[in-house]
């Protein structure tokens, strides 16, 4: 995660997701590569269990592609904007992006919190509005130590003149 844009009116963050996004694809074709070659192989054999194999690998190979295609990121923007009043959270996909807006009046609080999956430990910046919804700013590229975000969130609570952050 990095800032972009520092402003005395604006903050601006941005994670590049693209990696993902072709490590994903790649996969997908891959298995659809490899669902070609075993179904040819098992046409050819006259195996019928060899073409519902690869049959299984064209189809995990397709939901892989799609997946990208749907909903992975190829970056995302956090934007802190005083001129406008508002939080902004835009990601951009494949098919388009997605973007919401909350007022900067409604944001409550900006601290790290740490996520614990079965195998890994990661850290999320949560932004906690007023209403008691919770936005994760979250790169998904890499992991960061948390004294980065540390770092990023004094930055963002000194921007918006949180005296808890």
Not at 44 to 49: D, E, K, L, S, T
Request: glycine share 8%; proline share 2%.
């Amino acid at each position: 995660m990095d800032i972009v844009v520092q402003t005395p009116r604006r903050l601006c963050l941005k994670v590049v997701g693209m990696q993902w996004v072709v490590l994903i694809t790649l996969i997908g074709l891959c298995l659809i590569a490899g669902g070609v070659m075993a179904g040819l192989s098992a046409w050819n054999a006259r195996v019928w269990i060899g073409l519902l194999m690869s049959s299984g690998l064209i189809f995990a190979g397709c939901v892989a592609i799609a997946v990208v295609l749907i909903d992975l990121p190829l970056w995302t923007l956090y934007n802190f904007d005083k001129d406008l009043g508002c939080f902004r959270l835009e990601r951009r996909t494949v098919f388009g992006k997605k973007v919401r807006e909350w007022r900067l009046q409604e944001i409550h609080s900006v601290a790290v919190a740490k996520m614990e999956d079965q195998d890994s430990i990661h850290y999320v910046i949560l932004v906690t509005f007023k209403a008691g919804e919770t936005v994760q700013l979250r790169d998904m590229t890499e992991s960061p130590k948390p004294q980065e975000y540390d770092a990023i969130v004094q930055q963002i609570g000194q921007f918006l003149g949180l005296s808890d952050t």
